[in-house]
Structure formats: C-alpha cells, structure tokens
C-alpha cells in the first residue's frame, strides 16, 4: 500500500537553513525512504516547498518522460519540474538543510509549518501558509463537490 502521509507541524529553520523534521512527521516516511528525499519548488505557482520520498519523486519524472519525447512540452515540464531540484538527507540531529535559492523562493526566514500532503511534504513560510490557508479564492464545500462528486449520478 502507498503511504500516506498526515498532519501539520511546525519547525523554525536555523540561521544555516536547517530545521529538524517533526519526529512525528519522519516517523510516517518509510524508513527505506530516509536516505532517498527531493526537495523543490511547487510546481503549482505557490510559494512552497514539496519534499518528496525518492520513490514519489521517481514516479512523478517517470510519468513525465514516458510521453513523446518528441513533444517540446514534455521537454519542458521535465526541465521546470526538475528545477531548482535537490537531494537531501537528515544530519545526525535529523536536521535537513534547505538550499538557499529555495529558502529564498518560498520566503522562508524562520518559522515553518511542515504540511503533509499525501505522500509528499509542502515546506511553507508559517505567515505565507496562514495567509494561504485563511484567503482561499473558493468555499472549501463547493471544492469538495466539484472534487468528490461523481458527475455521472
């Protein structure tokens, strides 16, 4: 079964661009996992981070590159999915440093909130994510049913 990942957590990101990941939060990775993470850039347009278990990760550049190669698109998404792309791994206090360029994209200074997101992990700054989070463009019953309700019934 695929994991799943669940919950919010906070962490405060050190002067060198380390936090320690939530031992709750690591605990839910797969312990196969810990030694293969990515770091990037949303590629959705917010101004997050996404962590990726290296097989989440390897998936998402298998589903890209198995199209036509040939299509100039494909190309492109591969190259702006993987840019800005990291591999990391925790230190011996479980520490993960963030590389500074993507500090800088999601305006990260200090406090952070670690949001599981299935089987992946959104690095956001705290007040970005609070803001995020309270000025949703949408009613959050509406997006459950534009979602989750079968259009065929």
């Known amino acids: 079964m695929e994991t799943i990942l669940s919950g ?16 709750l939060l690591k605990k839910q990775l797969p312990q ?7 770091l990037n850039r949303s590629i959705h347009g917010l101004k997050c ?19 036509n ?17 990291t591999s990391i791994s925790f230190d011996s206090n479980a520490r ?7 500090l800088d994209h999601a305006g990260i200074t200090k406090d952070i909130i670690l949001k599981a997101a299935f089987d992946r992990i959104e ?8 803001s995020y989070i309270t000025q949703l463009p949408y009613d959050i019953g509406d997006l459950v049913k534009q979602v989750m309700v079968d259009d065929d019934k």
Do not use: C, H
Request: net charge negative; charged share 35%; proline share 5%.
């Open 96 to 102: 993960v440093l963030i590389p500074k360029r993507l």
């Open 69 to 85: 190669r040939f299509d100039r698109r494909v190309e492109e998404l591969g190259r702006l999915f993987q840019a800005g792309s």
């Open 123 to 130: 690095i956001w700054d705290r007040e970005t994510y609070e």
């Open 49 to 67: 981070l996404v962590l990726f278990p290296g097989t989440v990760w390897k998936e998402e550049l298998n589903r890209i590159y198995s199209r």
């Open 32 to 38: 196969n996992e810990l030694e293969d993470l990515w």
């Open 8 to 23: 919010e957590f906070e962490s405060t990101v050190d002067p060198k661009g380390r936090f320690l990941m939530p031992a």
